[in-house]
């Protein structure tokens, strides 16, 4: 049974790094705003790499800071080592890179979010658009609420029908098991948006006390203060440090052994893979040349035992991951305590959208994230703070 819920300025769907940006440039811009997202404690996640910047990536998160974003004044408190990268090089090629501690970086920019004036955060699926010649007048979500505003924005992440897929074994799921949106795609097709398919993936986590550091070498933070935001004042002093090792040739061996059981190679993964993210498969493949591969080792967080292995994004199936873990140094009794997977995911092709980020078919309906094709947080959350400021 469907009911009216409530009217608002601008209602966002979804609450990754673009949904956050975008909810608080519209509310701090005075827009009475609605935050509608599967799981509350899912808000700001980070899905994959629990870092903030680097190159290319770090500038945007200046250009966020500038404008009135939240995501350097969030790492800024919430990082367990900030670092320059490529000091050795000119000033160009400098990038200011923050290793997150992820749970406190969501519970954060969730408070931030709760705290702010005109700023309504609920937890919801939304299921469908409420959409009048032409024009998008609202959302409907799954138990029926009804929730109308003059502008939507959808930053629905890897969750639009999202496939997690490993080896040869498949299931519908958004990232980190969380419930697909099935319906919102299903939804957006209809109005008759062009649709495409995506994939990402991320690496395997291992227990930090079953690493062997001596055979790493240790990468740690930088000694001077350094934030994204300028108008950060306190500074974190105690920093843990990352550590690098690199695949052996013994790595490549089990990878080209079992390439025909790559869900990349089988066929069995339809969507083109975005920039920036390529698996440790397509490196072997790609740069065959190369006898070894980088591997980062990084703490998620201050009080957790996983570490995320930098440089092992895949999609083989899980033995095979643990044969290929084990043939580093370092993490020859590494105990794994997630799997790496490949998430495929529907988007909407970004040739749809005005600069604004508005959809040209359908009025006062915005898109921002990985909903059109980004890479990275730190891109997400520009497009969302862009979408969030013209939508308001």
Same mark, same amino acid.
């Given at each position: 049974?469907?009911?009216?819920?409530?009217?608002?300025?601008?209602?966002? !769907?979804?609450?990754?790094?673009?949904?956050?940006?975008?909810?608080?440039?519209?509310?701090?811009?005075?827009?009475?705003?609605?935050?509608?997202?599967?799981?509350?404690?899912?808000?700001? &996640?980070?899905?994959?790499?629990?870092?903030?910047?680097?190159?290319?990536?770090?500038?945007?998160?200046?250009?966020?800071?500038?404008?009135?974003?939240?995501?350097?004044?969030?790492?800024?408190?919430?990082?367990?080592?900030?670092?320059?990268?490529?000091? *050795?090089?000119?000033?160009?090629?400098?990038?200011?890179?923050?290793?997150?501690?992820?749970?406190?970086?969501?519970?954060?920019? $969730?408070?931030?979010?709760? $705290?702010?004036?005109?700023?309504?955060?609920?937890?919801?699926?939304?299921?469908?658009?409420?959409?009048?010649?032409?024009?998008?007048?609202? !959302?409907?979500?799954? /138990?029926?609420?009804?929730?109308? =505003?003059?502008?939507?924005?959808?930053?629905?992440?890897?969750?639009?029908?999202?496939?997690?897929?490993?080896?040869?074994?498949?299931?519908?799921?958004?990232?980190?098991?969380?419930?697909?949106? !099935?319906?919102?795609?299903?939804?957006?097709?209809?109005?008759?948006?062009?649709?495409?398919?995506?994939?990402?993936?991320?690496?395997?986590?291992? $227990?930090?006390?079953?690493?062997?550091?001596?055979?790493?070498?240790?990468?740690?933070?930088?000694?001077?203060?350094?934030?994204?935001? &300028?108008?950060?004042?306190?500074?974190?002093?105690?920093?843990?440090?990352?550590?690098?090792?690199?695949?052996?040739?013994?790595?490549?061996?089990?990878?080209?052994?079992?390439?025909?059981?790559?869900?990349?190679?089988?066929?069995?993964?339809?969507?083109? *893979?975005?920039?920036?993210?390529?698996?440790?498969?397509?490196?072997?493949?790609? &740069?065959?040349?190369?006898?070894?591969?980088?591997?980062?080792?990084?703490?998620?967080?201050?009080?957790?035992?996983?570490?995320?292995?930098?440089?092992?994004? /895949?999609?083989?199936?899980?033995?095979?991951?643990?044969?290929?873990?084990?043939?580093?140094?370092?993490?020859?009794?590494?105990?794994?305590?997630?799997?790496?997977? =490949?998430?495929?995911?529907?988007? !909407?092709?970004?040739?749809?959208?005005?600069?604004?980020?508005?959809?040209?078919?359908?009025?006062?309906?915005?898109?921002?994230?990985?909903?059109?094709?980004?890479?990275?947080?730190?891109?997400?959350?520009?497009?969302?703070?862009?979408?969030?400021?013209?939508?308001?």
């Amino acid at each position: 049974m469907e009911y009216h819920a409530g009217s608002y300025d601008v209602i966002v !769907v979804g609450a990754g790094h673009a949904g956050c940006e975008a909810a608080l440039a519209s509310a701090r811009m005075g827009a009475k705003t609605l935050v509608l997202t599967l799981n509350l404690d899912m808000v700001a &996640f980070m899905p994959c790499n629990p870092s903030i910047g680097g190159p290319a990536k770090g500038i945007v998160v200046r250009e966020i800071d500038a404008l009135g974003g939240e995501m350097g004044r969030n790492i800024d408190k919430t990082h367990i080592q900030m670092r320059m990268l490529n000091t *050795g090089k000119g000033p160009a090629v400098r990038a200011l890179r923050a290793q997150a501690d992820k749970h406190q970086y969501q519970k954060e920019m $969730k408070n931030t979010l709760e $705290k702010e004036e005109n700023l309504v955060l609920k937890q919801a699926m939304v299921k469908s658009l409420i959409v009048e010649d032409e024009e998008c007048k609202g !959302v409907i979500t799954e /138990t029926g609420a009804m929730y109308y =505003a003059k502008s939507v924005i959808i930053t629905t992440g890897t969750f639009l029908r999202g496939k997690i897929i490993i080896g040869d074994f498949a299931y519908e799921s958004g990232p980190n098991n969380q419930r697909a949106s !099935v319906d919102l795609s299903k939804n957006l097709k209809e109005l008759g948006l062009d649709m495409g398919r995506f994939k990402t993936g991320t690496p395997m986590r291992v $227990k930090g006390q079953t690493i062997d550091y001596s055979k790493t070498e240790i990468q740690p933070g930088d000694e001077e203060r350094r934030a994204f935001s &300028f108008e950060t004042t306190k500074f974190i002093t105690e920093q843990i440090p990352c550590w690098l090792t690199y695949t052996s040739p013994k790595t490549h061996e089990i990878i080209n052994a079992n390439l025909h059981r790559s869900p990349m190679y089988s066929g069995m993964i339809e969507g083109i *893979g975005t920039r920036y993210c390529p698996s440790i498969e397509d490196k072997i493949v790609r &740069f065959n040349d190369k006898p070894r591969h980088q591997i980062f080792l990084e703490p998620e967080g201050r009080n957790t035992e996983e570490v995320y292995v930098q440089g092992l994004s /895949t999609s083989l199936p899980e033995e095979v991951q643990v044969e290929m873990v084990h043939s580093v140094p370092g993490l020859e009794n590494a105990e794994l305590m997630r799997a790496g997977y =490949a998430i495929e995911y529907d988007m !909407v092709h970004p040739t749809q959208l005005w600069p604004t980020l508005e959809t040209k078919q359908i009025q006062n309906l915005f898109t921002a994230g990985q909903i059109n094709g980004t890479s990275g947080y730190e891109e997400a959350a520009g497009q969302g703070l862009m979408a969030g400021i013209n939508a308001a």
